[in-house]
């Protein structure tokens, strides 16, 4: 059985070999992209590997950071890195549902890289349809909980496939969420929306800002925005 190498950073190294989902581009992509001015709070939902936490660690020196997994292996995992890395005293981890969370306080970031299959034929491995499938956390809990947690002016970020979006986005409007902006993420020019990265805020928020990534250029070379972008994380760059 192969056994998942350690993704290593600039700044910090990330076990990986007892989680379903490696490290990947989707929440590399998030951990850059989610932003707040000087957070003092930032939640996790789903904390995995604890990648997103580790680069918003990086990102933010004050913010400290609370992760929620319910799935064995990723909780140790996760816990093990946030232990190993260089801004351990700001990192930790809770051990359950979402759905049972119940903090002291509110955090002025939430972010999250969600599972999103619905209704599709499942692994025979438990964590891996934890990490991927909604039976486990839907949208509407995810979001029943993002609000009862975050801030009054506090922005929940998120990554998800264009048509799973929206799908949230409609719901999201439904209990009192508004968009703040929308970053459309594109493997090469031309080609159609990988994901999109989206924040929100709770209540009337105004203009959506808008914008777009694209990963590669024509000639299949990473662009420079994704390099600028990754340029403090990744050793590539």
Known sequence: M???????????????????LKVNTDAVLLGALASFDQPERTLE??????????????????????????????????RGNFQNCPWS??????HQPFQSFRPKEKFDLIVSNPPYFENHLQSS???????????????????DGVKAHLSQQ???FLIL????????????????F????STWVYDKPGSQALRVIRSF??????????????????????????????KDFLLIF
């Open 178 to 181: 508004s968009p703040v902006s």
């Open 201 to 230: 805020g709770l209540g009337e928020i105004g203009k959506i800002n808008e914008g777009t990534l694209t990963i590669k250029n024509a000639d299949n070379e990473y662009s420079q925005e994704y390099a600028s972008l990754l």
């Open 45 to 78: 939902v789903g904390t995995g590997s604890g990648v997103i936490s580790l680069m918003l660690a990086q990102r933010y020196p004050s913010t400290l950071i609370t992760g929620v997994e319910i799935e064995d292996g990723a909780f140790e995992q996760s």
């Open 2 to 20: 192969k056994v998942a190498r350690p993704f290593r950073f600039k700044q910090f190294t990330v076990e990986q070999d007892r989680c379903a």
């Open 89 to 94: 005293d700001r990192l930790q981890v809770f």
């Open 161 to 176: 496939p264009e048509r799973q979006m929206e799908e949230l986005n409609s719901l999201a409007v439904q209990l009192g």
């Open 125 to 143: 491995k438990k964590n891996r349809n934890l990490a991927l499938h909604t039976n486990s956390l839907s949208f509407g809990e995810l979001l």
């Open 154 to 156: 506090g922005r929940f």
